[in-house]
């Protein structure tokens, strides 16, 4: 059983920026995709960014690109998100997930099995 943790979210100001961490352990951490997710209230769940090593694949959410940077450190099973250049519209919480999609499924919410519980990121008052 794959278990991912967040943590790293806060409240800060517009233009301010936020590193977002999420802890994977219970599986190989190679074997999967790992994503970040975001959810504002009264809104769905999005697709903010995610990667694949073995499949060589990275994505980003057009909204995030070129603000938000995903990358891991293996020997400690981490994942990271980068944000930089933080807008209101960044408020959500964010979420860490592991599956196997495809390349074209990669910001499939529906091909994530595993789900983190959620960190709070609110930007501005």
């Known amino acids: 059983q794959v278990q991912l943790v967040e943590s790293g979210g806060g409240l800060v100001q517009p233009g301010d920026s936020l590193r977002l961490s999420c802890v994977v352990s219970?599986?190989?951490?190679?074997?999967?995709?790992i994503a970040w997710f975001r959810q504002a209230p009264g809104k769905e769940r999005e697709f903010v960014s995610g990667?694949?090593?073995?499949?060589?694949?990275?994505f980003y959410a057009d909204s995030v690109k070129g603000r938000f940077t995903i990358s891991r450190d293996n020997a400690k099973n981490m994942v990271y998100l980068q944000m930089d250049s933080l807008k209101p519209e960044d408020t959500a919480i964010y979420f860490c997930?592991?599956?196997?999609?495809?390349?074209?499924?990669?910001?499939?919410?529906?091909?994530?099995?595993?789900w983190g519980q959620g960190t709070q990121v609110t930007v501005g008052q």
């Open positions: 219970g599986g190989t951490f190679n074997n999967y995709a």
């Open positions: 990667f694949r090593k073995t499949a060589g694949w990275t």
């Open positions: 997930a592991a599956g196997r999609p495809a390349q074209s499924a990669a910001r499939n919410q529906n091909m994530y099995y595993y």
